[in-house]
């Protein structure tokens, strides 16, 4: 079975500033997706990005892009520029790519505070 | 596009009834799922559908059940309620679960109380 780890939970970054949220996940596949969703208070689950395990090239959108490293199970979401409206609840999620159920293995989120 | 819409909201239930979130999706996306969320804890999946007529559990299904008789629609029914189901049900789909377009979207939630 598959888990996933976020390790901080709570972090705070001033406005402007960068910060980095942590996760590791553990899993036998080799093939399989990678994701950040963001919750903030509305309680929406918000795509923030996603990472084919297949591509070696870090994933990008706008502000935020993370760090994967296969081997060492690590995928960590950086996030340039912090605004106000950063602030939410950011969730690591794993899902594997085979015939069965694209099922998504969520970590325990990291509660992220943009502060002025 | 709506996107992926559940109703209610909000719902306060006793112990021992019985009702059904609501959710549809208008992208035509052939997988949907249902997810619990609880405090302190990521996002767990309850059910799963392949496509019409197609369901399969996930990893917590006791005490819900679920139907797909259309593309559009996957409501999840609590057949009697228990204070355990008390959270947050969120409602998800995605094109399928092949040909790297299974990115899932989810609704806002529904926030189910039992007393």
């Known amino acids: 079975a598959q888990t996933v780890t976020q390790s901080q939970p709570e972090m705070s970054v001033q406005e402007a500033e960068t910060v980095t949220l942590s996760c590791t996940y553990d899993t036998s596949e080799n093939n399989y997706y990678l994701f950040w969703y963001k919750q903030p208070p509305s309680r929406q689950m918000i795509l923030v990005i996603r990472q084919e395990a297949y591509k070696q090239q870090n994933a990008t959108e706008n502000r935020f892009s993370v760090n994967f490293q296969k081997a060492a199970k690590s995928f960590s979401l950086k996030i340039s520029d912090s605004q106000l409206g950063d602030t939410a609840m950011y969730f690591c999620a794993f899902m594997k790519r085979t015939g069965t159920a694209s099922k998504l293995t969520f970590g325990t989120g990291t509660r992220l505070q943009v502060t002025l | 596009n709506a996107g992926v819409t559940q109703t209610p909201k909000f719902q306060v239930l006793k112990t021992g009834q019985s009702m059904t979130l609501q959710c549809a999706q208008d992208?035509?996306?052939?997988?949907m799922s249902w997810y619990r969320q609880d405090p302190g804890m990521g996002l767990r999946l309850i059910h799963y559908s392949v496509g019409a007529g197609i369901t399969d559990q996930g990893e917590v299904p006791n005490g819900y059940n679920v139907s797909r008789s259309t593309t559009e629609d996957f409501p999840l029914r609590l057949l009697s309620a228990a204070p355990s189901q008390t959270s947050v049900y969120f409602c998800a789909s995605s094109y399928s679960q092949r040909g790297g377009r299974d990115t899932q979207y989810f609704g806002p939630g529904t926030r189910l109380t039992v007393l």
């Open positions: 992208m035509n996306h052939e997988y």
